[in-house]
């Protein structure tokens, strides 16, 4: 019976047949056979081999190298074999040992496995499983033994010797009995603890039988119906007051949020402005406002601004909804020509008692106030104006207000749906997020070029994968996937918390998650512009993880560079490490080099390398002149032809103090009919994963394009 050993391809191109290596099972190296039948000396292990695109390789014969270790990393093969193997399908066999013979000098000390295809290195070694060592046994039969018991010697004798070996008669009553009465030599411990040397308590175990009680809180006395607990008091009884019979008051969140939640407020509705007040009318001049549905009212006032010849001979009056009398807010008693008071407030009225009618209740209604001038200066002339409006401070059962950040662990719902996944928007923009990084939206799944269109329509574009890497760690966006500006490509399934779990090479009608970015750098201090390039900081030094770079430039309301800013600053001699780009930095080919050197293609985000943190000249969300706005993306220049490469589109963008455009921006553009070559360089440097990017950087584009093709380009903010 042979398991098998399975090969799992990974991507790689046609050039090259580099395989991962997983174990499915181990070869058995012995079957299941007589005891008397020869231990088989060879092992059944089985793989596929595959191209760059997942499709099985082309059938033929290919060299393979095989190898038994000790170790998993490192050390000398305890024994190898080369071997042809013939794959068929992608599929191929072949028998462990066939072509070297495996010792069993060999089996005892073997622990990993390792295989390596044509010229390649040999890929990560497999543990070996407890079935290959099996072989062993073939060992085991042989050994020569003296004094050794075997089977024959164990007959029916085994019955008649042994039964008596242990007499009932010969053991002690304790072995019979188990019970401790039973032992010889039992300890006298009569005086160890005599009845009346012990207090009641350990008699009992009742706590009323304790000396020194302390002295306990009386709170079946203390505290009556609706009072809850404020203190103790020295005696130990409760010091209690009202609380609503225990339960937090409806104003309380306050108080216990620390002062970060409040669902108290303060809202204004205002009267018509600037109301003309004509001299000796009888009856007056009247505005009216209609007051919301806010809340419960826990204080209101009336402000008025008010200007006149002789305030001391105004009268003024108020009603409120279903009032069938005024309140008299003013009568007059006051010098002067003007005063801007809050009566009920820091001024009282002059009559009626607006908290006893109007506390805990709802001011929703109409409300007209009346103001009269009982001096006659000029009859019909206009003696002055005022403004007014109330003012409430409501317990609000409709809204609240967070002060500080919100990080949530779970979903924001709303009416039960989850505002993530609804057709709303979900705006998140923290006073204290960088605002490079500030979230402009995140919203229901999209194609790609929905994706892009919406970001653009908000004056922002997709999210990069640092940007939404560190999005998703702070729980911003925790659900995945989604689309990033780059395509959102998960090279060997590395970058899911970046993009959330997006596919290798998935196509652009995918619906992902769209989370906006705006990438809005104000003014650093401290920082520097290189060649047209805003540079906030920079780790020349191979030492960041991934994680570790995002957050030095989200420290400093920034973004990673991209690629085409790499090369830039590469040129100008301000980074020449292996570089952290904003979409990861895979170097396809190692085409990328010039801008993020010799990065490893699919690079893990334990990796290190240096960055550096690039901001845009926009400092606001206004397309700055002389650029201009398609479609919601701020452009500085569109470049068509098929003439330009890499290099110098990089350079040309940042010379205008602009990015080359990102894949969305420019299927945005491509969209509008403003990008129309049939190849585009992009700020990720135009990787045409499987065509599929195509819908931004054109059909014209391969697969890890080099730096030096001819492509077009558009520069963007």
Known sequence: MAT?????????????????????????????????????????????????????????????KLGLYKEAIGGSALWSEQASVAVATGQFQHALGSAAPLGQAVLLQAAYIGIAVGSD?????????????????????????????????????????????VKASDLADVAKSGAYADLQGLPNLA?????????????????????????????????????????IKADGSLDCTAGGGGTLPADGIDDVSNGLIFNTFVDSKAGTSDVQIPDFAGPGITDTLDFPDIGTAQKLW????????????????????????????????????????????????????????????????????????????????????????INVQTLSNKKIQIKGDLIVDGKILSGGNDL??????????????????????????????????????????????????????????????????SFADNDGGKWSAANGGTADDHPPTSLYMTPCCKNVTPPQPGEQKVSGIRVLKVNNNNNATWEQAVDACMAVNADLCDKGSYYVL????????????????????NYSSSAISNVQDDPSPNDQHGYACCATDRTTLACPPPNIEVAGVCVAKIFNSNSYAFTTAASSCASMGAR????????????????????????????????YPSVGVGTGVSDDSSDGQGFSYACCF
């Not at 085994?158 to 070996?165: C, S, T, Y």
């Not at 407030?345 to 009559?351: E, G, I, R």
């Not at 709802?362 to 009269?372: A, I």
């Not at 299927?667 to 499987?690: C, E, F, I, P, Y």
């Open 121 to 165: 290195p040999e890929l990560p070694r497999k543990p070996l499983h407890a079935v290959l060592y099996a072989a062993r046994a073939g060992t085991a039969e042989a050994i020569a033994c003296s004094g050794c018991i075997s089977t024959a010697h164990l007959d029916a004798g085994l019955q008649g010797d042994l039964k008596n070996a």
């Open 4 to 64: 098998s050993l399975t090969c799992l391809c990974a991507g790689t191109r046609l050039a090259r047949f580099a395989m991962a290596l997983a174990l499915a099972g181990a070869g058995a190296l012995l079957a299941a056979v007589p005891a008397s039948a020869a231990v088989p000396a060879t092992a059944l292990i089985e793989g596929a081999l595959a191209t760059s695109g997942g499709a099985p390789a082309a059938d033929g014969n290919y060299g393979v």
């Open 420 to 485: 993530l996944q609804a057709s709303a928007d979900f705006a998140i923009c923290s006073t204290t997020a960088a605002p490079d990084a500030c979230t402009a939206s995140f919203s229901k799944a999209r194609i790609f070029m929905d994706a892009a269109k919406h970001c653009a329509s908000l004056k922002a574009d997709i999210c990069t994968d640092s940007q939404s890497f560190a999005a998703r760690r702070q729980t911003i966006f925790a659900i995945g996937p989604g689309w990033t500006a």
């Open 570 to 589: 590469r040129q100008n001699g301000i980074v020449s490490a292996k570089m952290w780009a904003s979409d990861h930095s895979d170097n396809d080919s």
């Open 302 to 389: 009336v402000a008025i601004n008010l200007q006149n010849s002789d305030i001391s001979a105004i009268k003024i009056e108020l009603y409120g909804p279903g009032m069938s009398a005024p309140y008299v807010v003013y009568g007059g008693g006051k010098s002067g020509n003007s005063f801007n008071l809050k009566f009920n407030d820091d001024t009282p009225l002059a009559q009626g008692d607006m908290n006893k009618d109007w506390l805990g209740k709802n001011l929703k209604g109409l409300w007209s106030l009346t103001v009269k001038d009982s001096k006659d200066n000029v009859t019909g002339n206009i003696d002055g104006k005022f403004n007014w409006s």
């Open 191 to 231: 005086s160890y603890a005599k009845t009346a040397d012990l207090k009641k308590v350990a008699l009992t175990g009742s706590y009323t039988d304790l000396s020194g009680l302390p002295v306990m809180a009386k709170v079946d006395s203390a505290c009556g119906t609706n009072l809850v607990v404020k203190g």
């Open 660 to 691: 080359l455009c990102s894949v969305a921006q420019t299927a945005v553009l491509r969209q509008a009919g403003q990008v129309t070559a049939s190849a585009s360089w992009t700020a990720s440097h135009s990787d045409n994963d499987g065509q």
